[in-house]
């Protein structure tokens, strides 16, 4: 299973709770009819409606009808299965293929591994951890991303002067 957002509050008195998204593609959730909700343990709830405003999802589910029971979801996981992933566009990754990644630059120095990726509006930041235990930041733009190569577990990258000192 893989997290699409996080609960971060109700909404509302009939049981709508208010989403935070991890995905930049927010279309995604019109086509799902259930997700899963990790608390102590995985349950699916049906989708009884949802709407997208300001960059979150307010979800309705079929079980939930009431503010005190939305309540109880605050803080989870928003999760989906392997079948209701996205088709992804050229250039695009999932979170998960890119966590592990051993980060490279050009000339074959290894930096560390990718162990986390901020999103930001701008762009997102790589959070590129070296054998010593530093953490290095890295903006995910075209000027520093030069290769993907999720099959391989790498990314190579140009370093920018100034960016890492």
Not at 31 to 41: A, E, G, M, Q, T
Not at 116 to 121: F, G, K, M, T
Request: proline share 2%; charged share 30%.
């Amino acid at each position: 299973m893989y997290i699409v957002g996080y609960v971060l509050k109700p909404h509302g008195i009939k049981g709508e709770v208010k989403i935070n998204p991890v995905s930049p593609r927010l279309e995604r959730f019109k086509y799902l009819n259930r997700i899963h909700i990790r608390k102590d343990s995985v349950k699916t709830y049906s989708i009884e409606h949802l709407r997208i405003t300001g960059g979150f999802v307010y979800l309705k589910f079929h079980q939930i009808n009431s503010r005190t029971d939305a309540e109880e979801l605050r803080g989870c996981e928003v999760l989906i299965n392997d079948s209701q992933l996205i088709n992804l566009e050229e250039d695009e990754y999932f979170v998960h293929d890119l966590i592990g990644c051993v980060v490279k630059t050009e000339d074959g120095q290894t930096l560390g591994i990718l162990t986390d990726i901020w999103q930001n509006s701008s762009n997102d930041v790589y959070v590129v951890r070296n054998k010593m235990g530093r953490e290095i930041l890295l903006p995910a733009i075209k000027d520093v991303l030069k290769s993907v190569e999720i099959e391989n577990k790498k990314i190579i990258v140009h370093i920018l002067d100034g960016l890492i000192d």
